[in-house]
């Protein structure tokens, strides 16, 4: 299968777009799976620490492997601390310190191995060369890596970041827009396991914000989009992540999430809501990419948009009496047309 071209093919910087993928799996520890990542496309393994790992100089820049929990990986601003004194004391207490923190969360991470998934954060690839990444998915698979099928446990994902076409608030409101309105469809299209709808990571967005987006009148500037935003979804856990976008572009914006160190502010979606199906003969980054282009089709035609957003907070606002007859009489209609 091969990447199909999106709408706007280039980025606001006037390049490719690129696409950041990330996986979770289980089956296949960071290690082992930093040496697949090594042997597949090149570049140097590099230790960054017990369960975390690095390949650097690949074709498209640097992979993060790591278990997928912050508590088995040693604390940045811990290992940056300084001594508070100049002294020989304060020297061997820090460093006494560091080594300690280092040490359990070694320990963390062996015990919780098997348990939390190994996670690859792929460098951000050019669209058109998605189909080159997927040799990764079915290698994983051949070394044993599971899926989000391989069992009810397993709520992992493939997240996809695209890169924008445009910073414009008009633009983002259209592509917000329509996703919103195709969200229901790929929820079936990809058919969410399970777990993913139990766990919280990829939640759909609060009806009340649909609706409020949606209404053809809302035309809000970048900070009422974003109040807006945060005021409905104060959490990371949406299906459809703007954070990320958000703190690249108000990086100085005053609240918490903003300065969550695992928000990293970029020019992309952060497209949460994909299954990692590696058993799926042909599945991979391709196949959520063309998926999600659906939504880019769609924001790309802004009448079709504003025809469809009014028709759904018509139809959403109407009182369950009225929507049970406008049901009734669709259904009415579908069983004479199939007489």
Known sequence: MQPQPPPETLSFQGRTRRVGVEIEFSGLPPLATAELVRDLFGGELRLVSPHRFKVDGTRWGTFVIELDTQYAHPDDKLLAEVPRKDSEWERQRLQMRVEFHSKARE????VVTGLVPTEIVCPPVPWNELGDLDALFAALYSRGAKGTDASLLYGFGLHLNPEVASLETVDILKQLRAYLLMAEWLRKEIDIDITREVLPHANPFPKAYVLKVLDPAYAPDLDTLIADYV?????????LDLYPLFAYLRPDYPHALFHDKLVKARPTFHYRLPNAQLSQQGWGAVVEWNRWLV???????????TGRASRYVSYHTRSPLARWLGRLRDWVREARADS
């Open 107 to 110: 320990l963390i991470g062996d």
């Open 231 to 239: 005021e409905f979804n104060p959490t990371r856990n949406r299906e």
């Open 295 to 305: 939504t880019e089709q769609l924001a790309a035609d802004p009448e079709e948009v």
